[in-house]
């Protein structure tokens, strides 16, 4: 090893594009040329020619130069050293500069190569060992690693193992063999050991040639990576890496002259495969580096791609034997180093960044791009932000905005309670007023065609507080020809002894459309009765809306409240949900006009609503709107609720609950129709100590589909529904029940359920005294299976054919209809209890009539007033029913007054008795719906007075 030849090749380092180094060396004859006699024709005549001596033929001299120059050229007796030294030091030692660099052994099979590369590579680590060791400042890594390609397959010699070994591509480092073993050298030895090692490994084989001729490619790598020692640890320290190849081909070979068969035939054929894509390869290459360059083709140029045309300095040392009769394989050798001489190759130091370097270097270039994505993003971003911030500002506009609406809406409301409450004092002082004797309106007693005469003001029963109704004075309001002392029909229930002064009766006015339509011919008969009666009427509160109609016109036809019309103006928004709950103690709330629930889809409960004296919703239609569900719950002693003309669910899908309302003594509902539209639910339930119900002329639930429940009435002393047709719809589920001392629901030529399909329940009727519904069926029969007749209390009771009034026995054999009450009573026989008095006995009645619903908990009732009976007297002198029997009456107070009735019980031929108002509205073809309003007062036992409530008003 010549450490100073080393030095020397390394200062002569340089990258950049060079010239592959070709030498020749020739070898002597060995002992079988000898022996054969064999000539040697080449003879190198310096140090860079070799020149065939043999004669040659013109035409061989034509084809094949005599003399070959290249780098260098190497006589039979130079050494090997020598060899190493002019020929491949310095390529080999190119690697301690970080340059890869291959030193080849190119020849055919016998020719030297194994002899020259061995010491070469040697020579090579030697001189590189030396070189390191000369050279403490840096630090040297040697990896040692050896692979052979035998019959295109590559081998590990460092490894046993002899499974083939693949070929990756790297984009950096170019073809990479994988897991080939790479082992570190410690030293000189351990190099020598790993040498040896490789030998025993590799395939070699006899020929005839060639006693140990190499069988396969050797490739013998050393990688060595070097750094400054100064720099180790740090950062920004460098290495330098490169590898140097130590190639030892296997030779071409004629098998003609090898005489090979079987393994060395096949052997022979891949090496010349792979020795043949070497030769185009380095030709190609020879000729520039256009075209395709078949790197590929074989293993040996895959692996040798970089060192024997890109990133390598390399040398190729053609060994020849010069030996006449391997003439013309040294010709092709001596070419193929022609060509090879003309190929060059790129060599570049490799400098290799450490693994802290590496991670410093990695992690700056990171931070860069994150700034630069930051910045970018932010620039990006800066128009998104200002849009949402743009976008945030008008929601929060738009937010302050429904802020400020609502604090109004709440202010508004504020206000209103405090009106409502306001007026609540009011009339708890002017109860305490009342009991001095002070005029206030306490009743308000409409009839139906008050309706028309939207804009007169309301029309108020005065009284003069409670003694002065006990001694009511008709001739008050006589006007000579409606009060007759035959008309004494009713003594009506006192109520006022066990009521505060402030809760005197209920009354629910609930108007159809078609009630409507009879005001024309009411409004005739119309006067304001609260100018004749006004300063009398005591004890009724009067709850007021002025406001509910803004156009009378509009609402003065049946169309005008359809509830599909646009012309319910007060119409709220749709679907809005108006609940109107807990009221209590509202003296006067007048909704006249006013549409509680006027749009589609509103929901409107009215609850709670108790000791309301008069709520006077003329032309007022609580849900006049498809889909509205209406609940008026909780009514307690309501005097008088005047909806003359009102429809409660005049729209289809409405809903409609009337419910809790108790001891309400007048509910006019002439020509009401409380749910005329299709598929609505209609509930009246709770009604209890309704004295007078009339419904004459009234539809419930006239309409298809309509659910109507009429429940929890008790007391109920006259419900005229004459004409009445409760369910007359298929499919709609009619429900009464809770009816409890009802004396007198007069449904003549009512249908409850008269339809296919419709479920009908009439529950829990106690003490019914008169229940008249002649004509009318509960259930029909073709019926009878979709009808639900349930929760019929023991005590309700119908008045059977022998012990009702002449009238209705007269009327029930000569009319058609009484086939219809025929089945009704059969449907319902096995559930009512008849009575031996004219309706009801009464101590049945007592007896039999529970508290129900929130007559059980109602504490404004007066004492005495469950035991409270009523008898049904007919009178055969005009035909009529009358209430009597009284044992209590004495205690009857203005209360009384609420027997507004109705006769829609049974109508009268003969109107002979009639007052000359209402015979005029007879006679002019009305519906008799004024005529049939009467005012009873009980003057002094058993004499009643009854006063048409037509005349009182005119
Ligand atoms: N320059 C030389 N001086 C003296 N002997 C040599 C020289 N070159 C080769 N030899 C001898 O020639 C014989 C063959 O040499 P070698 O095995 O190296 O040939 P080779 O080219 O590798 O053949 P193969 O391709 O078959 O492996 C060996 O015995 C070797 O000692």
Redesign the pocket.
Known sequence: MGSNSGEEAMQGVAGGEERILVSV?V??L?EKELWKNDLSEWECINDTTIMYRSNLSASERSLYPTTYSFDRVFR?D?P?RQVYEEAAKEVALSVLNGINSSIF?Y??????????M?GITEYAVADIFNYIEKHKEREFVLKFSAMEIYNESVRDLLSNDTTPLRLLDDPEKGTVVEKLTEETLRDWNHFTELISFCETQRQ?GE?S??????RSHQILRMTIESSAREFLGNYKSSALAASVNFV????S?RASQTNSAGTRLKEGCHINRSLLTLGTVIRKLSKGRNGHIPFRDSKLTRILQSSIGGNARTAIIC?MSPARSYVEQTRNTLLFASCAKEVSTNAKVNVVVSDKSLVKQLQRELARLESELKKSGSTQRKPDSAELLREKDLQIEMLKKEIMDLAMQRDLAHSQIKDMLQVVGDDMSSCDLESFGSQYPKLRVRSSMDFEDQTEEPILLNFDGVESVRSFDASQYSDGHSVSSEENYFQLPNLEKSLPIRNSFQAVLVVSHDAVANHVDQKIGQEQPGDKLGDSCKEIRCVESKDQFTNTDTHSSPAALSPNKDTDSNASSPGENMAISELTEVDNIDKENQDLCSSPGTNTVVSGLTEVDNIDKENQDLCSSPGTNTVVSGLTEVENIDKENQDLCSSPGTNTAVSGLTEVENIDKENQDWCSSLGENTVVSGLTEVDNIDKENENVCSSLGANTAVSGLTEVEKIDKENKDWCSSPGENTVVSGLTEVENIDKENQELCLSPGENTAVSGLTEVDNIDKENQDLCSYELKENKKLNSLHQGFVLPSSEKISPLLVEKRVSSSRILKLTRSRSCKASLMKDSSSDCFDQDEIIQNTPPIGIQKDYIGRPQGFEKRTYTLNYNPNNERLSWGGYGNCVRCSTADIQNVKSSFEMEIDDDSDLSPVRREKKERGSSNLLANHEVCFNISPPLFVCVSLTDLMC
Not at 209 to 214: F, R
Not at 248 to 251: F, I, V
């Open positions: 060396r070898r002597p060995n039979t130079c090997t052994a020849g055919q099979t016998s020719s030297g190569k194994t002899y020259t061995s070699i020929t040639l060639n006693e140990v001729s190499s030892d081909l296997a030779g070979e060994t």
